[in-house]
């Protein structure tokens, strides 16, 4: 029981074997959203420290005096970091799971659409009959 559960610990292992797939898909999807949202705060929070550190050395390290650089330097990372939520918080709502889903089964369906358009062509231009039919010994060629 305890090698178990030690296994489990280094392995990482956080499925349930009782979990359904829908479930399984759930919780992959929390976990990734997860991740996105602190990944996040983590450009959230360097960003500020960075908007410090670029106005500290522009002011007080006098880099640049006669020009207010840092100004343009926050401006560029904060459409960055603008861009980072929009595609967090915007772009996945729009194109989350269950966008993806509809998307694979519309491209499946077009797939499966164009494997039996061809399977017809096929059929059409070599009839199976004529390829499978055996010819037995006895019967004279054509």
């Known amino acids: 029981m305890s090698i178990k559960i030690s296994i489990r610990i280094f392995t990482m292992k956080t499925t349930d074997p009782h979990l359904t797939t829908e479930q399984h898909l759930q919780l992959e999807y929390a976990q990734k959203r997860i991740k996105q949202k602190k990944n996040l705060f983590r450009h959230f929070v360097l960003f500020l420290i960075g908007s410090v550190f670029l106005f500290l050395i522009n002011k007080i390290l006098k880099y640049g005096e ?19 939520f929009f595609n967090v918080y ?9 966008w993806e889903r509809k998307e694979r089964e519309k491209l499946v369906s077009k797939q499966r659409a164009r494997i039996a358009e061809l399977q ?19 019967e004279p060629s054509p």
Do not use: C
Request: charged share 25%; glycine share 4%; net charge neutral.
């Open 66 to 84: 006669n020009y207010d650089w840092y100004i343009w330097a926050i401006l560029a990372w904060g459409f960055l970091f603008v861009f980072h």
């Open 120 to 138: 017809k062509e096929i059929e059409t231009d070599f009839p199976i009959s004529q390829i499978n039919k055996k010819k037995e010994p006895w």
């Open 90 to 98: 915007v772009t996945r709502k729009f194109m989350g799971p269950e």
